[in-house]
Antibody, heavy 116, light 108 residues
Framework: EVQLVESGGGLVQPGGSLRLSCAASGFTFSSFWMSWVRQAPGKGLEWVANIKQDGSEKYYVDSVKGRFTISRDNAKKSLYLQMNSLRAEDTAVYYC?????????WGQGTLVTVSS | EIVMTQSPATLSVSPGERATLSCRASQSVSSNLAWYQQKPGQAPRLLIYAASTRATGIPARFSGSGSGTEFTLTISSLQSEDFAVYYCQQYNNWPPLTFGGGTKVEIK
């Protein structure tokens, strides 16, 4: 059974940093593109970033370019999202997803709140 | 960036009735379109990909159609568990992958 379990969310002040993690199991992690998708409270879904199987390609939505970094450790079957210079508008539930294009598997999400 | 527009924002339907949800792309996405269902407090669930292919385990009452810029998700006979928010998503031209704003299907 495919499982994606996020961790690392919490309350952070504007301008602060946070690192999200996603532990994957039930599939060959190193064979799949992975993504982060977020959802602000009461709002719709927004794709944030994705990363190729070997980490050689990474793509980001414009609003996080230069502030967020997606990475992965295939040996640990883990996906990460380093978030710097956080803003109030980054407040959202962040989902880890197994996806290059459409998203067949989602984690349960971790809440990031940016507030003073 | 391809903008996805869903209509209506809210759809009020009685159990057992048919629901028709629309999704429009700002430019052609071919058949590279997916539909998701999301219930409160849960992650989204993939319903349809490639515009009309049901994902594993999705009941036959869910069907997708369309290509290019106009797409439709039809729920043939609404069950109580189908009341939720539905999102479309294009994956033809990325980055970025883009989602529609969602349609909430509520009980009439």
């Amino acid at each position: 059974e495919v499982q994606l379990v996020e961790s690392g969310g919490g309350l952070v002040q504007p301008g602060g940093s946070l690192r999200l993690s996603c532990a994957a199991s039930g599939f060959t992690f190193s064979s799949f593109w992975m993504s982060w998708v977020r959802q602000a409270p009461g709002k719709g879904l927004e794709w944030v970033a994705n990363i190729k199987q070997d980490g050689s390609e990474k793509y980001y939505v414009d609003s996080v370019k230069g502030r967020f970094t997606i990475s992965r450790d295939n040996a640990k079957k883990s996906l990460y999202l380093q978030m710097n210079s956080l803003r109030a508008e980054d407040t959202a539930v962040y989902y880890c997803a197994r996806a290059l294009d459409y998203i067949g598997y989602w984690g349960q999400g971790t809440l990031v709140t940016v507030s003073s | 960036e391809i903008v996805m527009t869903q209509s209506p924002a809210t759809l009020s339907v009685s159990p057992g009735e048919r629901a028709t949800l629309s999704c429009r792309a700002s430019q052609s996405v071919s058949s590279n379109l997916a539909w998701y269902q999301q219930k409160p407090g849960q992650a989204p669930r993939l319903l349809i990909y490639a515009a009309s292919t049901r994902a594993t385990g999705i009941p036959a009452r869910f069907s997708g159609s369309g290509s290019g810029t106009e797409f439709t998700l039809t729920i043939s006979s609404l069950q109580s568990e189908d009341f939720a928010v539905y999102y479309c998503q294009q994956y033809n031209n990325w980055p970025p992958l883009t989602f529609g704003g969602g349609t909430k299907v509520e009980i009439k």
